[in-house]
């Protein structure tokens, strides 16, 4: 996108901001005005708040009149033994829906790409996003009696002679991880492809129909055409995803966990509403927010180096 | 012109207002002078229908119109908001976090100088509606005040419940141990292995989220104890102790193990969430739970609906052995903590606290239990309440509700329980002539069996209290040390009793072991010397 014609002046004075610059952009930068104020407002201003993980915060009681207690909260998060089995099932979790998410929606758009029958495609496609707009307690639902004993996997496996007798499948601790990335795939697959159909059809169709000439074969577009124009797309969402590893999510796991998985089931956010703002301590709920954040600004940065170095397209 | 039309008409209404204030100045009659009062109540209910009949003859009378907010999503999140906001409704539910943050006003001067009805109202329990650390009341309980005794015929408390058709098979015993308990539903699931075509399940248990209940407090009443929570009160010297890691919760868990053993609970019981054990309870295949019955009655009323009132349930006090005598049922009790505060932000406290004295008055308390006589309920020539058929339909009805019941004021309002002064019930379930005849053929029988008349009179009637108890409604205070450790054996069990529920019956006395053990890091005494000290102030004090 950057243009073949660049020349070396052009890039220079990229970075040196004169008055000229600006009047130049004055349109861009009157667009962007709002959206910077509505971070500085919703984003920088509740920093602020951060001050809270470092007192015994009481509500209604003015600043000045908190009591101030250090690290105490952060100590008794970092020394709490479930403290790091939770962390361990969010990050697990994360990268368990981060893969089967990226490989799912592209393995999808691959194919919804490939159909020409435009009736076809669009059913498919709205079938597939239509569980997008269900809430968690709803497809939980779904979830739960599909894996009873008496629900449907059972039964087809059953009839099928895979098993001879029902497995409570939410009962057992090495299921749980897959059932969550299953579900998010089933709910979000369809909701996902549409960015990457989205880049698919701005690939220039010159490039296909030279492969044509060339005598490339279906599957060699695809590995050498399709997959290549998508490539700074998935690098970007895939470095934003990065940084929301530390949200596994709150709902499915809460809906669906239950005492015999707790120690696979419960994540960082459970954890933090039972013991932190159930129990009116803000102030340990602030804490263990301010390390997740400190977590997630590392990843994202970290991410972002990552694909400098090897020459991607980045965020930053 | 629009413009100047507008002014016009702005400036007539002026003066009519100008005009109708003098005009409220000469005549001081409290009646016209309207006032609205905001409440917030931390249940999610609907919001009353606008021409509710019964607010309407509030506004009437009283001048006073409601303002209801309902609760939306998480109760903490919000009271945190509310509070880091510091901005109040008039009226708001209890809850300590309120408290803790300066949001409520003492009551007990008010009530005592200004309120005559409701001192009275109060007064036999004036002790315990101040809380223990300041001494000041800020919560007006809402039930438990009883009036000429206590009237039940429904019961929706702790038990083992049993399905009706169960003790008919077996020429209607009446068991009273566990042992005995599980051997009925064993003999009963051998010789129907399926009801309705699904399979019979024998005994069910939740445990979901806050549910979990039901899978830990069932020790103690086979112990003999009443419902404390988590804790056993001795009798004698009011010590509190946990029991969830000693061997009368071991006793329950082991013949859990070998009932499981023998496939009588259901393999999905500690998965299923709550609308799968009420979709369970509802289709009549569920023997045994031991639950507290309002929390399957819907299930039931499903039933009752279809008719199929043998697959019902009646409750048992069950215990470990004959000796024991069972305590599941217990004497009235204030329900402390739950009801109104005034918040700091409210105008005219006294106000609010004047309408509820006069709303304590029986003709009042007949408007919100029974609704209008003649249009809810009919009077018989001895003076007696009782309702039609087509009055009787409208109970539990929830858009008729809407528009003929006060409920979101008065569910959570300082009221009568028990009976009024001519003798009528306050609650028409608890009333003979509506329990009867709202009551099956089936069910007439069945009680007739056992020389009863209502499932109730399957437990023990309820000794004299403790003075202390109970134990559950002690607060333990906001993020503090006993809560902390409050919430880690709640955890604990919720992880570790199904397992050991579950296991191999070979399996058992290791995995309750690891329970023990895991138990002794938590800091249990900060739990029980919380407790204890509270006892010891209530045995004190109440």
């Not at chain 1, 997008?132 to 004993?149: C, P, R």
Request: glycine share 6%; proline share 5%.
């Amino acid at each position: 996108m950057a243009g073949f014609s660049s020349n070396q002046k052009l890039i220079k004075s990229r970075n040196i901001i004169t008055l000229d610059v600006l009047k130049k952009q004055k349109q861009l930068i009157f667009m962007s005005a709002p959206l910077l104020v509505y971070i500085i407002i919703f984003a920088y201003a509740p920093m602020w708040g951060w001050i809270m993980s470092f007192q015994d915060y009481k509500p209604a009681k003015s600043f000045f009149d908190q009591q101030w207690v250090g690290f105490k909260h952060f100590e008794f998060l970092f020394t709490d033994p479930v403290f790091f089995n939770v962390l361990r099932n969010t990050i697990c979790m994360s990268i368990i829906n981060l893969v089967f998410s990226f490989v799912s929606a592209i393995g999808l758009a691959l194919l919804l790409n490939e159909i020409k029958n435009i009736f076809f495609k669009r059913t498919v496609q709205i079938i597939s996003y239509l569980p997008h707009f269900l809430s968690w307690i709803i497809v939980t639902g779904i979830v739960a009696n599909v894996l009873s004993t008496q629900g449907i996997i059972n039964e087809v496996l059953m009839k099928m002679g895979l098993l001879t007798e029902p497995v409570t499948w939410l009962s057992e601790e090495k299921y749980f991880w897959g059932i969550v990335g299953v579900s998010h795939v089933w709910k979000e697959v369809g909701w996902n492809t549409i960015i990457y159909l989205a880049a698919m059809s701005a690939i220039d169709p010159c490039l296909y129909e030279a492969a044509n000439i060339d005598g490339a074969n279906r599957y060699q577009k695809m590995w050498h055409i399709t997959l290549p124009g998508i490539k700074s797309t998935f690098i970007i969402l895939l470095i934003m995803n990065i940084g929301w590893l530390m949200n596994a999510g709150f709902e499915i796991q809460y809906l669906l966990g239950n005492g015999l998985v707790i120690d696979y089931s419960q994540t960082i956010d459970i954890f933090v509403l039972k013991y932190g703002i159930g129990m009116g301590r803000f102030s340990f709920a602030t804490a263990a927010g301010v390390f997740k954040s400190v977590v997630s600004i590392t990843l994202l940065l970290l991410a972002n180096a990552v694909a400098k170095r090897v020459g991607e397209e980045r965020i930053i | 012109m629009f413009k100047k039309r507008g002014k016009i008409l702005l400036s007539l209404l002026l003066v009519a207002l100008a005009l109708s204030s003098f005009n409220g100045c000469s005549d001081s009659a409290a009646k016209d002078d309207k006032f609205e009062v905001s409440i917030f109540r931390i249940d999610s209910l609907p919001q009353p229908d606008p021409d509710n009949k019964i607010y309407k003859m509030l506004k009437d009378e009283f001048g006073v119109t409601f303002k209801f907010e309902f609760l939306a999503g998480d109760l903490k999140q919000k009271l945190g908001v509310m509070t880091a906001s510091g901005d109040y409704p008039d009226l708001i539910s209890y809850d300590p976090l309120l408290k803790e943050a300066g949001a409520l006003i003492p009551l007990e001067d008010l009530i005592k100088d200004n309120c005559p009805n409701l001192y009275a109202h109060y007064k036999p329990f004036w002790n315990q509606v101040k809380e223990p650390d300041d001494g000041h009341m800020y919560c007006m309980p809402d039930y438990g005040r009883f009036y000429g005794g206590v009237s039940d015929l429904t019961y929706e408390g702790n038990g083992f419940w049993i399905q009706k058709a169960v003790l008919a098979e077996f020429g209607y015993p009446k068991p009273t141990t566990l042992d005995e308990y599980f051997d009925l539903i064993e003999k009963y699931k051998a010789k129907y292995p399926t009801i309705d075509g699904q399979p019979t399940i024998g005994f069910e248990i939740l445990n979901y989220q806050w549910r979990n209940f039901v899978l830990r407090n069932p020790p103690q009443f086979l112990a003999g104890f009443p419902n404390d929570g988590d804790v056993t009160v001795d009798p004698i010297t009011y010590k509190a102790e946990i029991f969830a890691n000693k061997d009368i919760a071991k006793r329950y868990y082991k013949k859990l193990n070998e009932v499981n053993a023998k496939g009588l609970i259901n393999k999905d019981t500690f998965v299923n969430n709550y609308d799968q054990y009420m979709a369970n309870m509802a289709s009549g295949r569920v023997l045994g739970v031991p639950d507290q019955h309002w929390q399957f009655g819907k299930a039931e009323e499903t039933l009752k609906l279809k008719e199929r009132f043998e697959r019902t349930y009646v409750p048992l006090g069950l215990t470990y052995d004959k000796s024991i005598k069972d305590h599941y049922r217990d004497r009235s009790l204030l329900n402390l903590h739950r009801g109104y505060g005034i918040t700091v932000d409210c105008k005219d406290p006294l106000r609010i606290l004047k309408l509820f004295d006069a709303l304590l008055d029986e003709k009042w308390q007949k408007i919100f239990d029974w609704g209008i006589e003649g249009e809810d309920y009919m009077v018989n020539e001895k003076g007696r309440f009782y309702k039609t058929p087509e009055q009787l339909k409208t109970m539990g009805d929830v858009p008729w509700q809407s528009k003929n019941k006060a409920l979101a004021l008065y569910e959570s309002m300082p009221k009568r329980e028990g009976f009024y002064s001519d003798g009528n019930s306050v609650r028409d379930l608890n009333q003979p002539e509506v329990y009867f005849s709202q009551l099956s053929a089936y069910d007439k029988e069945f009680f007739g069996k056992y020389g009863i008349s209502s499932p109730i009179e399957f437990l023990n009637a309820p000794p004299e209290n403790l003075p202390c108890y109970p134990a559950w409604t002690i607060d333990l205070g906001e993020g503090s040390d006993a809560q902390i450790a409050n919430q880690q054996m709640q955890d604990l069990g919720v992880k570790y009793l199904p397992r050991i529920i579950l296991a191999a019956p070979a399996d058992f006395e290791k995995i309750w072991q690891e329970y023990v053990d895991a138990f002794d890091k938590i800091n249990v005494k900060a739990y029980e010397d919380k407790i204890n000290k509270e006892i010891q102030f209530r045995v004190k004090n109440w």
